[in-house]
Structures are given as structure tokens and as C-alpha cells.
């Protein structure tokens, strides 16, 4: 089987500060990392590979040149390849010019029979670059997979985690799957595997290499336009109460609850 | 689709059904869209896809669209995103809608960008924020981002529809009105609209019954503050009084107390409660992502520095594990001396 996942790299979540005075998060100073919920897209691409003989994990993304690490990463986890579409006509990107970018390079690099991608990334937090590359290459997207069921060259099938329950389908092969953080525990890397993650030269493609015209791609081949960004404050200049009297501090949070008609 | 490509004119929100029942998050779009088209001096129209569904439609009339286009097909009763997408993608490209909003639900989140593919149009994730741009009548959509920590606003100036999915429950519907008149137009499509690769086998019906966290009013969540597993009980059974959905810290998560399910913050769940409650949650900015767009927040933490007491509404600064029961005995008595 030829399995693909898309990944994305992301401001690293722990190292993030919240500034004092806004209470809104601090931007600078912060480290990049493989999009965390891609983790469980990565795992179970893995464990994909080693239940199915002869195949292989090629991983993809887009991204500067900095986001091969989050290429290795995933490489260091088990799969076997990378490839890095970097451009400076790529930046700027919304979910449909990145979709498209992702979609042609793999008509390029492609076909593969199965296309894993997380449930959505910690930054944008859109979701929707998977379903809108399934929709590019015309193939089936199953999101929010919570378990893959069964899987072979042919078809697969998976629970997906919706609203009230859990959806039990079916798809023929080639589909996409997005997966969500309940379907396992991704695996720590091996030393073994961040030293075959070292040794993986990642190649870059550029839009040229993925045939794709710059009027395609990044900002200018973008439906949307960013026009306005602003922090808004989270602080709230709340009531805070000592609880060393802790039935006095109930008392008054049971007022504050009757005030605002909660009880 | 390009917006020189023809005239489009008139609002779309995409309606929800599960077992042929409409779900409420439908009406919740179409106050929204009843902004949107009153702003832009035009029609509401919800188009709604699923079988045996014609005859409950009005009700979708009566909570403001003005026009419903149904498509009623045994091969529209499971949410396949490809059919669903190509069904909606005829629609669109007949009618020429300017907007169409769905809701940021697993549906919504899946078929919309399927059909914003097809349509080669821009779409909008999880908007919290609607409005009509007064000079060039072009929709504003704001969304949050990392979690709530940036707020941005986005057009689609040159494409047509202009989409976007909004965030369940950010919105109550609008009050019923039983006159309202409106058109119901039934659609058929040709056959390989239909057609979809992907097969429906069962639904596996979740045993609690509670609310998911995402849709609750009421969300009370526990962290690391309340030490193991048995004091995490205390969470629930302060939740069950209160009516609430029960949350989590990733650290409580991570110590296998509950389900991801539950977890609320930047690699789990956003909530946006009326009340959000919690107990021994220090608030580390990815929890606070995840809550801060709730309406009202109680803390209860033993440390006076906690990030959270910047966040909430009311604080007692002690320990969860001492508070709750006694907030629970007092929320109990309380219940039982009220006249209600």
C-alpha cells in the first residue's frame, strides 16, 4: 500500500506565554513543532505499515524551508519519506491555495491508496484542508475517524466521532482519512529513528516542480483575505474570594451563581 | 466560482437532519442568515439534504428562511460527503447564491470545504462573527484562531458564494412564528449526483446522555488540582446538580481520569458555555484557548497565581477538593428549599 500524511508545522503549544498584562498569548520566542494533533495521524499511518506488508509512508508538507524538522519528526516515528513543497509564491496561502498545492504535488509524487491527515491544526484551527485536498484529487473523505475498523489495498473502514455517537462507514480506496486524537497514543521515537530521521535528506518541491502557475498558489491564488487581526483581552477583573473560610467562600459563590440566575 | 461568473444574489444556510429529524443547530444558522439577508436586502433561503424529509421542512420557514430547497433522496439519508457535496454543488451553481453558511459541526466542517473545493470559492472556518461590509456589501467573517487568542477578520472579495461555517451555539435561534409564509421548492438530480463511495453501516449511540462539551450550557471541568481519579467523581456529581456537561484539563486527560472526549483547550475541545465551572484547573493558556469565549467563569484553584483567576468571573482561592463538597451540599439544600 502507498500511504501519504499530511502534516503541518505549527508554533510550538508548550512553550507558549501568555503576556501579563492582555492575558492574550505571546507570539515571539516560540518554537515550531509538528502540528501535535498530526501525531495521531502520523501513528496511525505506522501502524497502517506494519500491519500491511510492502507498504510505504511518504510524509507531506508545506511550508518554509524550517518545516523539514516537522517532516523528520514524523520520519522518526516510523515513516519512510518526505517530501517539502516550499516556495515563496506558496506563502500566504489559505485552506483552498493549500489544498491545491498539496493536491497537485500529489498528482505528481502520487497516487497513494490511503492519505492520512490530523483532525486540524493548533494555529489556523480550520479542519479543512483535508476534506478540500480529498475534494481536489476526487476521492472520498472520511473526518473525524476515531478507528479504523479494518483496512486493506481496497477498502477501509472506520468509526468516525460525531455529534451524539459514533458513525460506522465504509469507503472504497483511494480515500482520505482525518483523525482525531482519541484513535491512539502516538509512540515516543526511537533513537534509532531520529537517527534514520537525520540521515533522510527531505527534497523540496517548488510550485514549478508541482506544476503548479504562482496564480494558483499562496496569497494570490487564495479566495480569502485576511483584512484585520486583533488580540482580544481575556482578562475579566474577576471577584476572587479567600477560601480558607471555605463555607463563607461557598456562601458567596452561591450568591454570585443566584445573581446571574445560574441557580 | 468567480464573482463576474454571473448575478448571484440571496443568503444559503445549510440545514441539518439526522433520522429525517432537523436538527437545532439549523435554526440557529438562519438567525444568522436573517441578518445577513436583511442587511444585503435579499432573500433567506436553507437548502437541506436527507430522505423522508419534505413534509417537516415548515418549520425551518417558521424560524425565518423565506425559500427551502429540499432535496429528498433514499441515497441523501447518511451524511456522504461526496454526495451531499455534489447535490449542493448543482444547487449552487443553478441558483447562484452571494453567501452560504453552514454550521461548524462534524457535517458542516466536512461537506463545506468539499463543496468550497468544487466551487473553487473561499471558505471561512468556525466564525463567530457575521456582518455586512456597508460599503461593498461584502460578508465579514471573524474567527478565532490559536485558541481564541487572535481574532481575525476575513473576506472573500473576489469569489462566489462567499462561505462560512459558524460556531454551534453561538447563537439562539430565533423565536418560532407559525405565519411566517415561504417557499418550499423540492429538487431532483440526475443520478450520478447521488452516486458516493462511501457506505453507511451503523451508528453506535453514545451511552451517556449527557450533552457532548462543545454543545453544553453548562460545563463544569476538573484538573490536576484534584489529585486522583476518585476526587474527579466530585466533578461529576457537581456537574449532574447543575445540569452541566463535564470537562477536563489535558492533565486529568492524560492521567487517564476521562476521556479526550472531554478535554477542553487547544488540542481538544472549544467551549463556549453560558457557565464554564472549574475545579483545581491552573489554566495554562492552551486550556484557556479553549474556554475563554465562555460567558461566566467560577474557579476554584489553590493557587492565589494561577493564570486562571485572570480569566474568571468569581475565584476562591482553596482547595477544590475541600470547596466542592461543600458547594455541592449547599447547591443540594438550596434545590431543595426553592420554590421551583
Redesign the interface.
Known amino acids: 500500500m502507498r500511504i501519504a500524511v499530511l502534516v503541518k508545522q505549527v508554533p510550538s503549544t508548550d512553550k507558549v506565554k501568555m503576556d501579563e498584562e492582555t492575558g492574550t498569548m505571546v507570539r515571539s520566542a516560540m518554537d515550531a513543532e509538528l502540528n501535535p494533533l498530526d501525531l495521531y495521524a502520523v501513528e496511525e499511518a505506522v501502524r497502517a505499515k506494519e500491519k500491511t506488508e510492502e507498504t510505504e509512508i511518504t510524509v507531506i508538507s508545506m511550508g518554509p524551508p524550517a518545516a523539514a524538522s516537522a517532516i523528520k519528526e514524523a520520519i522518526a516515528m516510523g515513516c519512510d519519506k518526505g517530501v517539502l513543497l516550499s516556495d515563496k509564491v506558496f506563502s500566504g496561502a489559505d485552506t483552498w491555495a493549500t489544498a491545491r498545492t498539496l493536491s497537485s504535488a500529489i498528482e505528481k509524487i502520487g497516487p497513494y491508496d490511503l492519505i492520512f491527515a490530523g483532525e486540524r491544526a493548533t494555529d489556523g484551527e480550520t479542519g479543512q484542508v483535508g476534506p478540500s485536498v480529498a475534494a481536489q484529487l476526487d476521492m472520498p473523505v472520511l473526518t473525524y475517524v476515531s478507528k479504523i475498523r479494518e483496512v486493506n489495498g481496497a477498502r477501509i473502514v472506520v468509526e468516525r466521532a460525531v455529534e451524539g455517537g459514533h458513525e460506522v462507514v465504509e469507503a472504497s480506496l483511494p480515500a482520505l482519512v482525518s483523525v482525531v486524537k482519541e484513535i491512539n497514543e502516538p509512540r515516543i521515537p526511537t533513537l534509532k529513528g531520529k537517527i534514520r530521521a537525520k540521515q533522510t535528506e527531505v527534497p523540496v518541491m517548488t510550485a514549478q516542480d508541482v506544476g503548479l502557475d504562482a496564480a494558483h498558489a499562496g496569497l494570490l491564488g487564495s479566495p480569502t483575505r485576511v483584512v484585520k487581526v486583533f488580540y482580544p483581552s481575556l482578562s475579566r477583573n474577576g471577584t476572587i474570594v479567600d477560601g480558607r473560610d471555605p463555607e463563607r467562600a461557598v456562601n458567596a459563590l452561591v450568591q454570585f451563581l443566584k445573581d446571574k440566575a445560574l441557580v | 466560482m468567480k464573482s463576474t461568473e454571473g448575478t448571484f444574489q440571496s443568503v444559503w444556510t445549510l440545514g441539518e437532519q ?1 433520522d429525517g429529524r432537523i436538527s437545532p443547530v439549523s435554526y440557529e444558522l438562519l438567525a444568522w442568515g436573517r441578518d445577513l439577508a436583511d442587511k444585503r436586502g435579499t432573500t433567506l433561503a436553507s437548502v437541506i439534504l436527507g430522505y423522508n424529509l419534505k413534509d417537516r421542512v415548515n418549520t425551518l420557514i417558521e424560524h425565518g428562511a423565506d425559500i427551502i430547497y429540499v432535496v429528498d433522496n433514499p441515497a441523501l439519508e ?1 451524511a ?3 454526495a451531499h ?1 455534489a447535490v449542493l454543488e448543482k444547487l449552487v451553481r443553478e441558483f447562484l447564491p452571494e453567501i452560504f453558511i453552514a454550521s461548524a ?3 458542516g ?2 461537506i ?7 466551487l ?7 466564525c463567530t462573527g457575521l456582518d455586512i461590509d456597508p460599503e461593498t456589501g461584502l460578508l ?1 467573517q471573524t474567527r ?16 462566489r458564494p462567499q462561505m462560512s461555517t459558524v460556531r454551534p451555539r453561538s447563537r439562539k435561534p430565533l423565536a418560532s412564528d407559525a405565519s411566517r409564509k415561504g417557499q418550499v421548492i423540492v429538487r431532483e438530480c440526475p443520478d450520478d449526483a447521488y452516486a ?11 451511552e451517556t446522555t449527557a450533552l ?1 462539551i462543545q ?1 453544553a450550557e ?1 460545563v463544569v471541568s476538573g484538573g490536576k488540582g484534584l489529585k486522583d481519579a476518585k476526587n474527579f467523581q466530585m466533578v461529576h456529581e457537581l456537574a449532574d446538580l ?1 445540569g452541566a456537561s463535564v470537562g477536563a484539563s489535558r492533565q486529568a486527560v492524560d492521567l487517564g481520569w476521562i ?3 472531554h ?1 477542553v483547550g ?3 475541545k472549544t467551549v463556549s458555555p ?2 464554564y465551572v472549574c475545579a483545581g484547573v491552573s489554566g495554562a ?2 486550556h ?2 479553549g474556554m ?1 469565549s465562555a460567558d ?3 474557579a ?1 484553584n ?1 493557587d ?1 497565581d494561577a ?1 486562571i ?11 477544590a477538593i ?2 466542592i463538597p ?2 455541592i451540599e ?2 443540594q439544600s ?2 431543595a428549599t426553592s420554590p421551583k
Open positions: 439526522r447518511h456522504y460527503p461526496d457535496a459541526t462534524t457535517y466542517r466536512t463545506m470545504p468539499v463543496l468550497a473545493a468544487k473553487e470559492t473561499g471558505l471561512t472556518a468556525d465579514i478565532p484562531a490559536i485558541g481564541g487568542n487572535v481574532m481575525a477578520t476575513i473576506k472573500t472579495p473576489k469569489h458516493s463511495k462511501v457506505k453507511f453501516l451503523e451508528f453506535i449511540k453514545d457532548p454543545e453548562i447543575l476521556p479526550y472526549s478535554q487547544l488540542s481538544g453560558h457557565l493558556v492552551q484557556i484557548a475563554s461566566i467563569v467560577v476554584i489553590n492565589p493564570p483567576f485572570r480569566v474568571c468571573d468569581f475565584g476562591i482561592v482553596g482547595d475541600e470547596i461543600i458547594l449547599k447547591l438550596q434545590k
